[in-house]
């Protein structure tokens, strides 16, 4: 019984140091990226609306009674909706 300890013993320790490996690499690449947090069009100042205009207000995406002014994120760290004007459709 012993033997086949032995023999499973390199095969864990190897399997957990590759999780662990992985683990650390897949934290690395996805806190330090350089990617923006939020979306590229806020931060400039276009409008976020589909026709280029400025968002009346921001809604919480999972609560929407809870509206904001300003582009906010939950607490989960969900960016808030625009909330829109209705615009005519030309023809």
């Given at each position: 019984?012993?033997?086949i300890?032995?023999?499973k ?62 582009f ?20």
């Amino acid at each position: 019984m012993s033997e086949i300890d032995s023999q499973k013993s390199p095969i864990v320790l190897v399997g957990a140091g590759m999780l662990i490996g992985g683990l650390v690499l897949g934290f690395l690449f996805s806190e330090y990226s350089g990617k923006e947090t939020s979306s590229p069009a806020v931060e400039r100042g276009d409008g976020p609306c589909p026709d280029g205009t400025k968002a009346l207000s921001w809604r919480n995406p999972m609560n929407p009674a809870i509206t904001s002014s300003v582009f906010a994120k939950d607490e989960m760290g969900m960016d808030y909706l625009p909330i829109c004007s209705e615009t005519k459709k030309r023809e």
